[in-house]
């Protein structure tokens, strides 16, 4: 057994209580000090265990940081599956100081992946399963006395093993006519599903999989403690401790004043009664007090009660994208005039209004909603989902710049960081619980619902979120019930709604708006927000197909590319996207799917990340990210997609993108005009083969004759040296084993310009305290973690993570045939970590916008009044489609022989047409999407009395999803020479059905299998 002695272990601990002493409370940072075996020892939760030669680690920390972003792509959106999996642990030694002594101790962790085990002193405390939600626990009882010499002991087992989808390339096992799927896979999990918690293992948790979220383990959020009197104000952690901390909320809403509600629930584990007052201060973001208030009440001991106070602020500041106005609400307890206890909220004052023909309204104007959804992993190449929170302030930062307003987290709660970063920048949030993305039962479903419950509580506070999202799927009634349940029970004056994507009439009777998916619109009858649109995959490495050194991207044979796009094709597809399926005026906006690059669910087996994002896996931007910027911002701009350095005797299509309405955009080539262009889709001008010649490319946007915004590109010369820059938003590097710095590496011409198409190896070398953590490169697996990256498109990033040791650090870099580049920076040591964050998350404040609207006072959500059902067809409620071709597929009418059953090829209608299927409607699919993998490809709602009729290919296998929901007739239909077996399903009552994937294998298929075909009469 080792020896622990207090003095050595715990003097950097003592420091922070010693920094905390003298507050009513004290919260202090518990991330450094761990330490950690990626393996499973026997009695590692003892006291006694010889962790010693454990390694040292502070939190945020996950024990995949280096073997993610490393694989191919697999097949049928699998996500990534060659990461470490298994039960690790974490340890830590910490006195209980002399002012700890008749305290009260609670520890916090912001959430653990995906079970954390804590126990403490060798007393299990509980066990977290939920992987994406805080919880904390009370370790008062089992500390050691204090002032005592041997030191208390924290263990943290973190199980990570996750469920993996079936291998739709597996060969067919003898006697089965189709291979395992998703689907067979999730019902015998159903059917194996414990009913009791405790036996809920880690691979049976629905979105514990890389389908839906990066299995990244280990304690990769904060970690704190919480110090306080045992007459205390309670924390927002209710899982284990079953508490709900205070809320504040607005009442009613004016341009005038805002009537205010501050509820603070107190506990008093005294051993005697007191009469406890409680006093709270509104302040507004210049620290000015705009409302004080108190209450008093007797609380006999180990009772609880809540403290309720009503007040009015006088010509309130509201927030709103634009002006994200936050106050803090500072509520203090008081006994005999002596104040015991703090905490601190925030509080954002908004009135909202989803109407289901108009829009989405705030503070009463009209806003439409756009930007992305995100894992809220947030990964990163090298450093997994472990960051310091500045990193997710950078993610969410980035999206503003681009002038998103609007995030959707999926399909999983974002985490305290991101929601913080969005109140901050003025970022409205959908924010779910977790699901995978389909109903379950159970433990699972006692482990979902609890985890809604506990996310509703955590963060009602923040005014950013808006949506409380119930599941990425339907759900029965019962359980629809349950969540909104939750929803109107903990936060029901947060001026948020209720939804589910993918709904139904039974779910929808919860709802209060629907989610959509590519445009569509389940529910037509309710306001609908988008929750994820468009699809499509294109690396940032690859400019266009005149750009060397790949000249476009090629096929492999042999792997699938759903999508093989270049990355200006992804970037003018941006526009038909955005315009067909959030441009209508009743729609409310939503989210682009995703952000950033991520490991989950891509569709692309030649690259190893699923490259959605209109920026990549480190945050580097795709032209797609331009394009969305020019669509969603108001100030004038004007953006050439790509770059001008191409070789010699190129012609091309040069794609420009300017906003504000502009009626022409003048493309002049070094100063002399190539001619104007007009609009195409609103935002898009084209100027056809453009001879390339060196020097400069320039685009000016005009409306009426005035310019607007003008954009210009350069040749660059051949690449001489490198370049590294150290990302200048971060903050300090601190030496506690968990900060990190961001270098960006270019090569350069002669000039200083980036070479845009230089792309090739470059070595590096890091001296001092900091570790090598690296970048990625987006088609080649195995670059994770290496002293070597390529540069794609003349830039790369790369990240260092601090070391608990301060220190000078240096990186050089080395390119054959370049100058060489070297950097330095300092590892510092620092006390008051949260400063120096706090410091880069500021946002500046803008004007204050019209709020005349708000004449006469407003509750924070208006409701609208549903909209009259509406059909999209004869016998059609509502459609979508999720495939790569979703910008042209469409409803159609009136099925006649002859009619094309595509809408990509001709595909007559056969002349012996079933009567049945005479004058339905029908979705006129894309045939080249018959290889595509979504478990929603398709969902159509439909009135009572319908029946509905899909067509399959006879020459593929069956999937599941039609076999298990629809019965097969003797009818057949002979489209592009290939029968297809009808397949119906008749309804009583109006229901909504989802379809999967056409085929669940990809194996020794035919020739260009024909896409099914769905029919509604």
């Given amino acids: 057994m080792k020896k622990l002695t207090v003095p050595v272990l715990a003097l950097a601990f003592l420091t922070l209580v010693a920094q905390a002493a003298g507050s009513p409370r004290a919260t202090i940072d518990f991330n450094p000090g761990w330490r950690f075996t990626k393996s499973d020892p026997a009695g590692a939760a003892n006291p006694a265990h010889d962790d010693s030669a454990w ?33 690790a642990w974490y340890r830590k030694t910490f006195p209980t100081p ?23 002193n060798g007393k299990k405390l509980g066990a977290s399963k939920t992987g994406f939600s805080p919880f904390g626990f009370d370790l008062t009882p089992h500390l050691r ?58 691979d049976q948790i629905p979105w514990n999989n890389p389908h839906w979220h990066p299995a990244h383990g280990g304690i990769y959020r904060n970690v704190r403690l919480h110090v306080t009197d045992p007459l205390h104000i309670t924390l927002p952690l209710y899982s284990f401790l079953e ?104 509080l954002g004052i908004r009135t909202v209004r989803w109407t289901p023909d108009e829009g989405f309204f705030i503070n009463g104007r009209h806003l439409k909603l756009r930007g992305w959804g995100q894992k809220p992993t947030n990964e990163w190449p090298g450093l997994g989902a472990a960051q310091p929170d500045w990193l997710h302030f950078h993610t969410m930062a980035l999206m503003r710049e681009a002038g998103a307003n609007f995030v959707r987290w999926g399909h999983a709660a974002g985490g305290p960081a991101s929601i913080e970063a969005g109140d ?97 619109r389940e529910i037509a009858r309710l306001p609908v927000v988008e929750g994820e649109y468009n699809r499509e995959e294109s690396p940032r490495r690859v400019w266009d197909d005149q750009s060397p050194p790949s000249f476009g991207y090629a096929a492999v044979p042999g792997k699938t590319q759903t999508y093989r796009l270049n990355s200006e094709q992804f970037a003018v597809n941006q526009i038909s996207h955005y315009l067909k399926k ?24 030649t690259e190893v990340a699923r490259a959605s994002g209109e920026v990549d896996g480190v945050r580097l931007p795709k032209e ?113 084993g968990s900060s990190v710095a961001l270098v960006d590496v270019e090569a350069i011409d002669a000039d200083g310009n980036r070479c845009p198409t230089w792309q090739d190896r470059v070595d590096f070398e890091l001296a001092g305290p900091a570790l090598w953590r690296g970048g990625y490169n987006s088609g080649k697996p195995g670059s994770i973690n290496n002293t070597w990256l390529d540069l794609e498109c003349g830039i790369n990033r790369v990240a260092l993570r601090s070391t608990p040791n301060p220190g000078k650090v240096t990186l050089t870099a080395r390119a054959s045939g370049l100058q060489n580049a ?149 009818q057949k239909i002979n489209v592009l020479g290939r029968p297809m077996t009808l397949f119906t399903r008749s309804t009583k009552t109006g229901e909504s059905v989802t379809m999967g994937d056409n085929v669940e294998t990809k194996r020794d298929l035919p020739d260009q299998p024909n896409m099914y075909l769905v029919f509604v009469r």
């Fill in 243 to 346: 508490t709900e901390g205070p809320y504040a909320y607005a009442l009613e809403i004016s341009a005038k004043n805002a009537r205010v509600g501050i509820d603070v629930p107190v506990r008093n584990d005294r051993a005697d009664g007191e009469n406890a007052t409680v006093f709270v201060e509104i302040l507004d973001a210049r620290d000015r007090s705009v409302y004080r208030g108190n209450v008093t009440a007797y609380l006999a001991p180990g009772r609880s009660a809540t403290l309720q106070l009503r007040g009015d602020i006088a010509n309130p500041l509201l927030w709103e994208p634009g002006h994200p106005h936050l106050y803090r609400v500072v509520c203090t307890l008081a006994v005999d005039d002596k104040n015991i206890d703090r905490a601190e909220i925030p």
């Fill in 822 to 970: 070297t950097l330095t920076l300092a590892a510092v040591t620092q006390t008051a970590k949260s400063a120096s964050e706090k410091q880069a998350c500021q946002f500046a404040p803008q004007k204050t916008p019209d709020w005349s609207a708000l004449a006469t006072p407003r509750p924070p959500l208006v409701k609208a009044a549903a909209a009259a059902e509406k059909m999209s067809g004869r016998h059609t409620k509502t459609y979508s489609y999720s495939g790569p071709a979703s910008a042209i597929v469409h409803l159609e009418i009136d099925a006649r022989p002859g009619k094309n059953a595509y809408v990509d090829i001709d595909s007559p209608l056969p002349a012996d047409l079933p009567a049945a299927l005479v004058s339905a409607d029908w979705i006129q699919a894309a045939n080249g999407d018959a290889l595509y993998s979504a478990v929603d490809f398709v969902e159509i709602s439909v009135p009572a009395n319908t029946t509905i009729t899909v067509a399959h290919d006879d020459r593929l296998p069956r999937p599941a999803w039609l076999t298990g929901q629809f019965a097969k007739t003797p």
């Fill in 145 to 202: 006395p204090a002032g005592d010499s041997e030191p208390n002991v924290l263990a943290v087992m973190s199980d990570n093993r996750f469920m993996k989808d079936p291998d739709p390339n597996a060969r067919l096992a003898p006697g089965r006519d189709r291979p395992g799927s998703l689907h067979d896979m999730l019902v015998k999990m159903e059917r194996d599903m414990p009913a009791s918690l405790d036996e809920l293992r880690a």
């Fill in 624 to 736: 797609a990210y331009y394009v969305c910027q020019v669509m969603w911002r108001d100030d004038p701009r004007a953006h050439i997609i790509g770059h001008w350095t191409y070789p010699a005797g190129t012609k091309k299509t040069i794609h420009v993108v300017a906003n504000n309405n502009v009626d022409s955009v003048e493309l002049l080539l070094n100063g002399k005009s190539l001619g104007r262009a007009a609009p195409e889709q609103t935002y898009l001008f084209t100027f056809p083969d453009i001879a390339f010649e060196p020097g400069t490319l320039t685009a000016i946007s005009y409306r009426d004759g005035k310019k607007l915004a003008s954009h210009t590109l350069r040749t660059a010369g051949p690449a001489v040296a490198l370049r590294m820059t150290l990302l200048d938003n971060a903050p300090d590097f601190i030496a506690d």
């Fill in 582 to 605: 959030l441009g209508p005026a009743a729609h409310s906006g939503g989210a682009n799917w995703i952000f950033s690059d991520s490991t989950s669910g891509g569709r692309v087996e």
């Fill in 98 to 120: 002399g002012a700890w002594r008749g305290k009260k101790v609670f520890i916090e962790f912001e959430a653990v992946r995906q079970i954390g085990e804590v126990w403490l």
């Fill in 424 to 520: 901050r920048l003025g970022i409205i949030a959908l924010q779910p619980g977790a699901d995978g993305e389909k109903d379950t039962t159970g433990a699972a479903w006692q482990l979902r619902s609890a985890l809604f419950r506990d996310i509703i509580i955590y963060f009602r506070n923040n005014p950013g979120i808006l949506i409380w999202e119930g599941g990425n799927q339907k759900v029965t009634r019962e359980h629809a019930a349950e969540l909104r349940g939750h929803m109107d029970k903990y936060d029901p004056h947060g001026g948020r709604v209720y939804a589910h994507r993918r709904a139904d009439e039974i779910t929808a009777e919860f709802m209060d708006i629907g989610v959509g998916t590519e445009g569509g």
């Fill in 55 to 87: 390694e040292r680690v502070s939190a945020p920390h996950t024990f995949n940081d280096t073997d993610t972003f490393d694989n191919w792509s697999l097949a049928g959106h699998r996500g990534e599956w060659e990461q470490w999996s298994g039960r």
